[in-house]
């Protein structure tokens, strides 16, 4: 399966005269479902402006009517018949790119419209404020096609707080924007025309302070609290993740979904 099309990348990134970096993840065909080489985008995107001195703020966006719809169901079927190796290697790749939006040095913004489901709530929860439209609809949806949801696993709790993210993540539950706003999985839901507003106002706010300061505060909370995954946790929650998405709930969940009918359990 190719990527955004026309020869797109599929994570455009765009950096204004402020500082203000704009990442878009760029598969709309797909709800810009990721998969490898979107995931591979997106960690060599954040790792090239986490070196940059210049960049203050990181907005994150959704090409199209989707903000982000999880993972390419495709590529993980295609990922529970690869050789455990590389199984495992595309369970790393999405743990570790969350773990790195997490504790990302910057201050990070989503812009959530249409579809949040799966790794999309993970990015979500992941990012420093999260802003939604009220049509937004948010799903931890993983238990529906027998995976589980262990790569962003810490950062729904971090976000959510344990209550929630147990209800949601075992129920897979969809959800609207009221609803995500009670759960503190958004900070706020703004009228569609008003977005880019609210959204300029923010970034001001980021502007107004000392970029030194941002990040020793950003790292200084997460380090504290103990939010900051070490390598031997995310190995644990990456072969977790493997190993339910290589099982018979695993192969079921993925085709049953392909061939659009219920899974037999």
Known sequence: MGGSGMGEAVVRLAVDARGVAEVT????????????ELLGALAARLEALGRRADVRAVVIRGAGKHFQAGADLDWLARM????????????MATTRTMATLNEFP???????QGACFGGGCGL???????????????????????????????????????????????TGERFDAAEALRIGLVHEVVAAERLEARLGEILDAILLSAPGAIRATKRLILAANRFLLDEAT?????????????????????AAFREKRRPVW
């Open 25 to 36: 993840l760029n598969r709309p065909a797909r709800g810009n479902a990721y998969d490898g």
């Open 80 to 91: 529970a018949d690869a050789p455990p190796g590389e199984a495992y290697a595309a369970s």
């Open 106 to 112: 910057i201050p990070t913004i989503a812009v959530v």
């Open 124 to 170: 979500v929860c992941s990012v420093d404020v999260a802003l939604a439209t009220p049509a937004a609809i948010f799903g931890l949806t993983e238990v529906r096609v027998g995976v589980a949801p262990t790569p962003i696993a810490a950062q729904m709790v971090q976000a959510m707080g344990l209550r929630q993210a147990r209800r949601y993540a075992l």
């Open 234 to 254: 995310m190995a644990q929650l990456a072969a977790e993740s493997r190993r339910q998405r290589a099982s018979a709930e695993g192969h079921e969940g993925l």
